[in-house]
């Protein structure tokens, strides 16, 4: 029993044909897509079927953002300065903060992220990693109805609030897999911070622990130079070697970054199908170098895994997944002199179905096909972004707008955006808690 239709002038389905249906529908019934075809044959169809949409809208697959921080830096948005360089900014302001959370604090900063999320159109998040309460950003992602994968950080080299023997970190890990399986709303996956902060046995463990929960292993490596500096001195190899050669790497890795890669590495990620999660506005704001050493263009060219992340909120800041893939392009094209290759229609695909092959979700997400899981973006197309209309709404999509004109968002079939404003989730108060947070934050991390 269909109980909605999703209307629009263009529906751009990302399917396997990567068909755009002029005046086409969307049918959803319950938590899935039942059909997708013309307005007037779906209208015919399911005459009692609630519409969203509007002649004129612009209907997508939900964004997928591979990489977001969903606690730490929220509550301390914008606090972080940008003259500073990026050992200060995670250890001097992010580490210390990340470490005064509370479970509240969690719970918030991931139900604030979200609501920015779902309101530009992103139905799915990696979580990058959370300290010490990830059931509380579980929990956030229920009641908003978000879908992502939650990760509990845990590292074995070094200090801090999660620093543990490898066997201890892994078995907190296993226990937050067994609790979100794969294929819910909300996945546990195997979540490292990365970089050096592990040793071999961690993240020889970690992956194995991934691998027989079928789930994901994500975690950040090379952003700058230093990653490799390091493995170079501790191994004689660079950091994806190294983990090639612990037998890490596979289908089931996303790795955070991963912009400075040399020849071999390069190889390593095509030839091992390693998913690679790229945050361009992070580079800028961080300064880490994507415009000089980023081989984004080629691996994309060379059929690489890759997705599109927003990071942190003092490193890419806005949470707004078609900022950023235009970026992602726009640098690529840029660094290769090369118009041709990465396309507005590629950024789209990067944002919905090539980012879902990344994740593994593929089968559920990242199309508008019968079967899949109704994860639906609308767009409003009334604003100046959109006039006059182009005849290709994907160009305009991406290079003229942004997540400003989204203007209903549906995940597995609930409606979680109407109007461009979070309804499942009471947005004022979080609001009115956020402040108040902000400053005992700052306070306890001596700032
Ligand atoms: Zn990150």
Redesign the pocket.
């Known amino acids: 029993m269909t109980q909605i239709l999703i209307r629009g002038r263009h529906v751009v389905t990302m399917n396997a044909r990567r068909e755009v249906i002029d005046h086409g529908a969307v049918a959803v019934d319950g938590a899935t897509i039942s059909a997708v075809g013309t307005w007037t044959s779906l209208r015919e169809q399911f005459p009692d079927a609630t519409v969203i949409g509007t002649p004129n809208s612009i209907v997508t697959p939900g964004y997928i953002n591979a990489?977001q921080?969903l606690t730490g830096d929220r509550l301390v948005r914008s606090c972080i300065p940008d003259n500073i360089d990026s050992q200060e900014a995670i250890f001097g302001w992010a580490v210390p903060i990340h470490a005064a959370h509370t479970a509240g604090d969690d719970h918030l900063s991931a139900t604030l992220s979200l609501v920015e999320a779902v309101g530009n159109g992103i139905t799915c998040t990696v979580e990058?990693g959370t300290v010490a309460h990830p059931e509380q950003v579980a929990a956030a992602m229920a009641e908003l109805g978000a879908r992502g994968t939650i990760g509990r950080w845990g590292w074995d080299v070094g200090d801090g609030p999660q620093a543990a023997p490898a066997d201890e970190v892994i078995d907190r890990m296993r226990d937050l897999v067994e609790r979100y399986p794969s294929g819910g709303l909300v996945e546990g996956w195997v979540t490292l911070v990365g970089h050096d902060l592990m040793t071999d046995e961690l993240v020889v463990g970690a992956s194995a622990l991934a691998r027989e929960h079928a789930t994901g292993l994500t975690l950040?490596m090379s952003p700058h130079r230093g990653d490799a500096t390091a493995y170079l001195e501790r191994t004689g190899v660079r950091p994806l070697i190294h983990l090639d050669r612990l037998g890490v790497l596979g289908a089931h890795v996303l790795l955070?970054h991963a912009v400075h890669l040399d020849d071999d590495e390069v190889e390593t990620v095509l030839r091992t199908r390693t998913a690679i999660a790229s945050?361009p506005w992070a580079y800028l704001r961080l300064a880490q170098g994507v415009t000089v050493g980023g081989r984004y263009g080629e691996l994309f060219r060379r059929g690489a895994r890759l997705a599109i992340g927003c990071?942190?909120e003092n490193?890419g800041d806005a949470i707004d997944a078609l900022r950023a893939a235009s970026l992602f392009i726009g640098l690529a094209r840029d660094a290769e002199l090369d118009p041709f290759t990465l396309t507005a229609h590629h950024a789209l695909e990067l944002l919905t179905i090539r980012g879902a092959e990344a994740l593994g979700m593929h089968d559920r997400i990242g199309s508008l096909d019968a079967g899949k899981q109704a994860d639906v973006v609308v767009h409003d197309t009334s604003g100046p972004q959109w006039i006059p209309r182009s005849p290709d709404p994907v160009l305009q999509l991406v290079w003229a707008s942004d997540g400003r004109s989204v203007s209903d968002v549906l995940i597995a079939g609930r409606e979680v955006v109407r109007a461009g404003r979070c309804i499942t989730v009471d947005v004022a108060a979080a609001t009115a808690e956020a402040a108040a947070r902000q400053k005992a934050l700052l306070r306890a991390a001596g700032k």
């Open positions: 990489h921080h990058a950040h955070g945050c990071d942190a490193a």
